[in-house]
């Protein structure tokens, strides 16, 4: 039965496991009991029959319950361990307690022990919730403290990408508004300025909303063409400056639907094929970004390949970091690796990045898919 409680019992007399059965039984107690009395049986019994609580007798021929209890710290296990023995003295009783087991009681007075085993098993349970509420303030205060200095990092940083390109621009309005006598070209020279003041601010601007939109949105789970997606994801990129000197070459795998999260996908795809373009190596005869997606019943395995000028080996643990920029060649405002980073922990998935400065670099991409879900 599911609800039977699982007793191992190390005790080396059948006929004081059979007095232990009749004192669980007369509580109606439903239990189903593993008796050993070696310590090779004891530890496969603790992983094979993976006992409820644990009943032990002192002294064994060949083992002893001193050793079985420190056998069980040792593999941290949180099962109960009761000393069940003849008469002991008070010292070794309170000596076994301190050592870690949960209770002792005489083989003479076995009525107590259905109480006792309810009793252990209460305090373990109880403590078992309370470590698992300690983890989740645990892991909510370093989120919160992880949160704090985000946000810090990130009026900073914003404020600056926000307000740098518009006091540009303002700037070059006040020219044009102030100098009726500009030549043509320099005018168009100041429009161009302008334009990539507002594009950088565009650039600013959605990446806050990437960032926001993927921090607070629940997913949404739907059938994703990625061979579709992906063709978008490089139309919409194509006003990139440089995209027309981009050779792309796409390949998909696999002919099982993929469910996860398109929002977020497409936002991961945005920002790696978008800095593919924007990283070329332009004294490159060919630059070329290769996109490699397989989808199997389990997974996504997406790999972006770009030969491009690489990221230096002392950078590649900083990229994920908020506002990380390994170039100037990009004067955008540094969220796009790390939004990606976080889009692909919220699907679940995991994330890496290698790089040959000058070379090449290779993200390679899993995620889960969601098909056994829908």
Same mark, same amino acid.
């Given at each position: 039965?599911?609800?039977?409680?699982?007793?191992?019992?190390?005790?080396? &007399?059948? =006929?004081?496991?059979?007095? !232990?059965?009749?004192?669980?039984?007369?509580?109606?107690?439903?239990?189903?009991? #593993?008796?050993?009395?070696?310590?090779?049986?004891?530890?496969?019994?603790?992983?094979?029959?993976?006992?409820? *609580?644990?009943?032990?007798?002192?002294?064994?021929?060949?083992?002893?319950?001193?050793?079985?209890?420190?056998?069980?710290?040792?593999?941290?296990?949180?099962?109960?361990?009761?000393? *069940?023995?003849?008469?002991?003295?008070?010292?070794?009783?309170?000596?076994?307690?301190?050592?870690?087991?949960?209770?002792?009681?005489?083989?003479?007075?076995?009525?107590?022990?259905?109480?006792?085993?309810?009793?252990?098993?209460? &305090?373990?349970?109880?403590?078992?919730?309370?470590?698992? &509420?300690?983890?989740?303030?645990?892991?909510?205060?370093?989120?919160?403290?992880?949160?704090?200095?985000?946000? =810090?990092?990130?009026?900073?940083?914003?404020?600056?990408?926000?307000?740098?390109?518009?006091?540009?621009?303002?700037?070059?309005?006040?020219?044009?508004?102030?100098?009726?006598?500009?030549?043509?070209?320099?005018?168009?020279?100041?429009?161009?300025?302008?334009?990539?003041?507002?594009?950088?601010?565009?650039?600013?601007?959605?990446?806050?909303?990437?960032?926001?939109?993927?921090?607070?949105?629940?997913?949404?789970?739907?059938?994703?063409?990625?061979?579709?997606?992906?063709?978008?994801?490089? =139309?919409?990129?194509?006003?990139?400056?440089?995209?027309?000197?981009?050779?792309?070459?796409?390949?998909?795998?696999?002919?099982?639907?993929?469910?996860?999260?398109?929002?977020?996908?497409?936002? *991961?795809?945005?920002?790696?094929?978008?800095?593919?373009?924007?990283?070329?190596?332009?004294?490159?005869?060919?630059?070329?970004?290769?996109?490699?997606?397989?989808?199997?019943?389990?997974? #996504?395995? #997406?790999?972006?390949?770009?030969?491009?000028?690489?990221?230096?080996? =002392?950078?590649?643990?900083?990229?994920?970091?908020?506002?990380?920029?390994?170039?100037?060649?990009?004067?955008?405002?540094?969220?796009?690796?790390?939004?990606?980073?976080?889009?692909?922990?919220?699907?679940?998935?995991?994330?890496?990045?290698?790089?040959?400065?000058?070379?090449?670099?290779?993200?390679? !991409?899993?995620?889960?898919?969601?098909?056994?879900?829908?």
């Amino acid at each position: 039965m599911e609800n039977e409680l699982r007793i191992l019992m190390l005790e080396d &007399q059948e =006929d004081d496991a059979g007095l !232990i059965d009749r004192a669980l039984q007369k509580e109606r107690v439903a239990f189903v009991r #593993l008796r050993v009395d070696t310590r090779e049986e004891f530890e496969k019994a603790l992983e094979e029959f993976k006992p409820d *609580v644990i009943l032990s007798d002192h002294a064994l021929p060949q083992f002893n319950s001193i050793e079985a209890l420190r056998l069980c710290i040792a593999k941290k296990l949180n099962i109960p361990f009761i000393l *069940v023995t003849g008469t002991v003295s008070e010292e070794f009783a309170v000596n076994c307690l301190k050592r870690g087991a949960d209770d002792y009681v005489l083989k003479s007075n076995l009525s107590r022990l259905p109480l006792a085993i309810r009793y252990a098993l209460r &305090q373990h349970r109880n403590e078992s919730n309370r470590q698992t &509420q300690e983890e989740m303030l645990r892991k909510q205060n370093e989120e919160l403290i992880k949160i704090n200095h985000e946000l =810090d990092a990130f009026v900073y940083s914003v404020s600056h990408d926000l307000r740098s390109p518009l006091s540009s621009v303002l700037g070059l309005i006040n020219i044009l508004k102030l100098d009726k006598t500009l030549p043509a070209e320099t005018i168009y020279s100041y429009v161009s300025m302008i334009e990539n003041s507002v594009k950088k601010l565009d650039e600013t601007l959605q990446g806050i909303l990437n960032y926001s939109r993927n921090a607070r949105g629940e997913l949404i789970i739907t059938e994703v063409d990625v061979e579709d997606l992906v063709t978008k994801i490089i =139309d919409q990129l194509k006003y990139i400056e440089g995209f027309e000197d981009i050779s792309f070459q796409t390949d998909v795998y696999g002919h099982t639907a993929l469910y996860t999260d398109e929002y977020r996908l497409a936002v *991961v795809l945005n920002n790696l094929i978008s800095n593919a373009i924007k990283y070329a190596d332009r004294y490159k005869d060919q630059s070329v970004v290769q996109i490699k997606a397989t989808v199997t019943p389990a997974h #996504l395995t #997406l790999i972006i390949r770009d030969n491009g000028i690489g990221i230096p080996k =002392d950078q590649i643990g900083r990229v994920f970091g908020m506002f990380y920029r390994a170039s100037e060649i990009s004067k955008g405002a540094g969220l796009g690796l790390y939004i990606v980073k976080e889009a692909v922990d919220k699907l679940k998935g995991n994330i890496i990045i290698q790089s040959q400065h000058g070379v090449e670099t290779l993200v390679r !991409i899993t995620i889960p898919n969601n098909l056994l879900t829908k």
